[in-house]
């Protein structure tokens, strides 16, 4: 894909993580990582080692690196023949994903909205804007990046770094499959439940921001579960 690169360059883990300058094979860890997340590498399309390392302007052993990395977390799948892939995620794949979101999101959440301040809540709703402009204008990068960069946040906040871990391990492994759910309904079809978390953030109701936020997992899941099963659902 033309310009992998450079969009990968800018993408959403430049800033409070940007401010301190990364080893080189953690860069292309990330790197490879976004192109997993946020779709760029097609669910079940084998790619080469080499073919990933010239798309990332990078040497072979830091990408066979990021590669190992990414296999653990079950993003990526060795092919044999120096081939990986993005797995394709099935039916009980996506029930055991939104059976572990709808417990994790919702305790983040729950965590985020006793520890966010005004500053806190001010810099989410910016970035709900910033999808929901995306979402106006079709830009589907766009909101894929922002819808992640809302969540991430969200799970910044609860100060609880190992639930945060375990669900951005989950984004992983939807991510790719969210961006081909995305790619069929348009983004006009993206509704969310952000805006009820927010309004229960500011309440400082932690229970209704847990509830808003299973209810947004539920229902974004569930877009993938029957976009995936029947190709033609279009809503």
Known sequence: MAGTRQQIAGNVDNGAEGATRLPAHEVIYRQLRDMVLFGDLTPGEPVTIKGLADRLGAGMTPVR????????????????????????????????????????????????????????????????????????????????EQNYRFHRRLYELARSPILADLAQGLWLRFGPSLRVVCGRMGTQNLPDRHKDMLDAMRARDAEAAARAIREDVIQGMEQVRRSLADPGVSA
Not at 82 to 108: F, K, M, N, Y
Request: glycine share 8%; with cysteine; hydrophobic share 45%.
């Open 65 to 144: 690196e990021a590669i190992r990395r990414l296999t653990a977390e079950g993003a990526l799948d060795f092919q044999g023949n120096r081939r990986v892939c993005v797995p394709i995620l099935g039916a009980d794949g996506i029930s055991e994903i939104t059976l572990a979101r709808q417990w994790v999101d919702p305790h983040l959440a729950l965590r985020a909205t006793e520890h966010a301040g005004l500053e806190d809540m001010t810099e989410l709703a910016e970035i709900d804007a910033t999808l929901d402009a995306a979402i106006a204008r079709g830009d589907l990068r766009a909101y894929l």
